[in-house]
């Protein structure tokens, strides 16, 4: 999985609980998926660890760049 620097430096030092299979996860199946204006990605996924679903943020080329729990995206199914 490749990652930008302010993931690795940033976003892990922020949320250290994170794990690579929770992201690995959401990139292969994402409930939702949505391009924003910067052509940056942004995918959902529910992960039961932690209850709630966990946006990831890819660069154009897939490249993961953010990655938090998403208070605001809908109910646990």
């Known amino acids: 999985m490749r990652t930008t620097a302010y993931f690795r430096e940033q976003v892990l030092r922020k949320r250290p609980y994170l794990r690579d299979e929770w992201i690995l996860a959401v990139l292969a199946a994402p409930v939702r998926r949505s391009v924003q204006l910067d052509g940056r990605i ?4 529910y992960i039961p660890a ?3 679903y966990l946006r990831v943020v890819t660069l154009t080329d897939g490249t993961v ?10 109910d646990p199914p």
């Open 42 to 45: 942004r995918l959902w996924g």
């Open 50 to 52: 932690i209850g709630r």
């Open 65 to 74: 760049h953010n990655a938090f729990p998403d208070r605001g995206f809908g």
